[in-house]
């Protein structure tokens, strides 16, 4: 099993363009999760999906969007990429199952916006 | 919603010593309390997990203790050695919520 993993692993923006990150599980998992972490600010949740065709809204969901098209994978999008938005991204999926809550993370992707 | 704080940021022992992390929560309905690991370079690993019907839960050399009245918790780590050094977040969630919040994280160094 290679569990969760994100591409790509670096990636330098010019403000205004846009990208891209793909997360990958192959755990089978129904729920999957975007955070952000930024120093001294812990990991913050952008957006997550609890299946696939669905998404919901984290804690700060502006200037991305998501796409949940197949279970394994969740896409964030970011249409027109700011300064504020230099960070590392980090993937996460988990169980939906009473008995289990581990999120399982991947191994983040270090985005800087010029 | 949930905003959980984290202190120390940084805390520095000696191998062998043990070391204390306590967070506290806003969210009286929260009943799940993990604690995640993050090595250099690395996302974050699950270590230990408390669910709020229970006051304290042990791994081998990790325990954590949950107080609801006063909501917080906090993550013990006994005899700790080089390899225990990294950020260690812990975090929240609330009844029916799939989102985790977490806290700004502690970063552990254990001198040899």
């Known amino acids: 099993n290679a569990g969760v993993t994100q591409t790509p692993k670096f990636r330098v923006l010019k403000t205004g363009q846009s990208m891209t990150l793909l997360c990958a599980q192959d755990?089978?998992?129904?729920?999957m999760y975007w955070y952000r972490q930024d120093p001294g600010m812990g990991l913050r949740l952008i957006h997550y999906s609890v299946g696939e065709g669905t998404t919901a809204k984290g804690e700060v969901p502006d200037g991305y969007n998501v796409s949940r098209l197949k279970k394994q994978n969740f896409l964030l999008g970011l249409e027109s990429a700011a300064p504020s938005q230099t960070s590392v991204y980090f993937c996460a999926s988990s169980y939906e199952s009473a008995s289990t809550d581990t999120q399982y993370f991947g191994p983040g992707t270090r985005l800087t916006v010029l | 919603g949930e905003n959980v704080e984290q202190h120390p940021s940084t805390l520095s022992v000696q191998e062998g010593d043990s070391a204390v992390i306590k967070c506290t929560y806003s969210?009286?309905?929260?009943?799940?309390f993990p604690w995640y690991k993050q090595e250099l370079g690395k996302g974050p690993q699950l270590i230990i997990d408390i669910r709020s019907n229970v006051g304290e839960k042990k791994d081998q050399r990790i325990a954590v203790t949950l107080n609801k009245t006063a909501k917080h918790f906090s993550l013990h780590i006994t005899e700790t050695q080089p390899e225990d050094s990294a950020v260690y977040f812990c975090a929240a969630r609330g009844t029916g919520r799939r989102a985790l919040t977490f806290g700004s994280g502690t970063r552990l160094q254990v001198q040899p």
């Open positions: 755990m089978n998992h129904e729920y």
């Open positions: 969210d009286s309905a929260s009943n799940y």
